[in-house]
């Protein structure tokens, strides 16, 4: 077993197979002390295989879950949603405080799936939520009627945003209000 505490794999383009392989390597236990795990900016649409090791207490100490400038969808994340709720009885990630999902596809039935396990309970201990901003992100209203249930911060993100270097200074240059 390894006793590393945080893994930052992001922007390595590691796409559904390397989300498939992680997902085995953390069935295993070796990584039982996960807190944070950063996958941002991997070409990852499905998350099927991670959201059935949460479901497997893998990742019962993960606290955050980064996930930020992927591919992933509607499908990804009713599947990753569904898992989540599967059990209201049992908390699937029992540690999880921050959970980062914008700049991905995610449309009004990826947010209405995510809010409904929400609603559940079944990330009762989230402290914050980033998703884009707008009406099929931050201002959904069955998110943030399920969020409010709970406490749960919402952050909305610019979904439009370019993908860093030059051109995220270029826009600012341009438009300072921005931000």
């Not at 989300?19 to 990584?31: D, P, Q, V």
């Amino acid at each position: 077993m390894c006793d590393a505490q945080e893994l930052y794999l992001s922007d390595n383009k590691i796409g559904d197979p390397g989300i498939a392989a992680l997902a085995r390597a953390l069935g295993t236990g070796a990584l039982a002390q996960l807190s944070y795990l950063a996958l941002d900016g991997n070409q990852i649409g499905d998350l099927t295989a991670l959201a059935t090791e949460c479901v497997s207490g893998a990742l019962a100490s993960l606290q955050t879950l980064s996930l930020s400038r992927n591919l992933i969808g509607d499908v990804g994340t009713t599947a990753l949603a569904d898992i989540l709720a599967a059990d209201p009885t049992r908390w699937t990630l029992p540690s999880l405080l921050y959970l980062r999902l914008h700049q991905n596809a995610i449309g009004d039935a990826g947010i209405s799936s995510l809010a409904d396990a929400l609603g559940t309970g079944a990330l009762r201990t989230l402290l914050t939520l980033w998703v884009d901003s707008g009406p099929l992100g931050k201002d959904h209203p069955k998110l943030t009627a399920a969020c409010g249930k709970y406490g749960i911060e919402r952050i909305g993100m610019m979904s439009t945003a370019p993908q860093g270097g030059i051109g995220d200074i270029n826009l600012l240059l341009e438009d300072p209000d921005s931000e």
